[in-house]
């Protein structure tokens, strides 16, 4: 009986510890990269540009993509912000893909005329920079991504 009575203790010591390890708390998503940057729509006074942002989860479950909130910036100058709501599902182990889209104002990018004018002469590109946070689900924890990115755009194309 007292044998028995022994190896439950011991089964159930056993049992709480593999429940232990498995309440870890989840691993945040890894930012890996912004691409495939390109102009969805021009105005007189607007450019809109698309993208995509790159991540993996590392986890052994789902989570579940919730917002992005991501600052533009160009020249060091904030020239947008994007702040998009989500509700997408990220399998376990997986690479997944945001998509992003800013809009803002043309001057921002011209600044003076003549500076833009030696850019397109000289064939340089437009450096654009990507600061801010998604936010992630998993099993009701909330989790903070960073996003810190640098791309660069031919000015043309604008």
């Known amino acids: 009986m007292k044998n028995k009575f022994s190896f439950l203790i011991y089964l159930l010591g056993f049992i709480f510890?593999?429940?232990?390890?498995?309440?870890?708390?989840?691993?945040?998503?890894?930012?890996?990269?912004i691409r495939d940057i390109s102009l969805k729509e021009r105005t007189k006074d607007t450019v809109t540009l698309t993208a995509y942002a790159d991540f993996y989860n590392p986890n052994n479950y789902k989570m579940i993509l919730k917002k992005a909130d991501i600052d533009l910036l160009l020249n060091g100058k904030k020239i947008s912000s994007l702040h998009q709501e989500f509700d997408l599902i990220i399998e376990k182990r997986s690479e997944f893909s945001v998509p992003l889209e800013a809009t803002f104002s043309q001057d921002q990018i011209n600044g003076n005329l003549i500076s833009s004018a030696i850019n397109i002469l000289l064939g340089r590109k437009l450096t654009i920079n990507y600061e801010g946070n998604i936010k992630v689900k998993a099993y009701g924890i909330r989790i903070r991504v960073p996003v810190e990115g640098e791309s660069k755009i031919d000015i043309r194309d604008l």
């Open 17 to 33: 510890l593999i429940q232990l390890n498995a309440c870890t708390r989840p691993e945040a998503p890894v930012f890996e990269m």
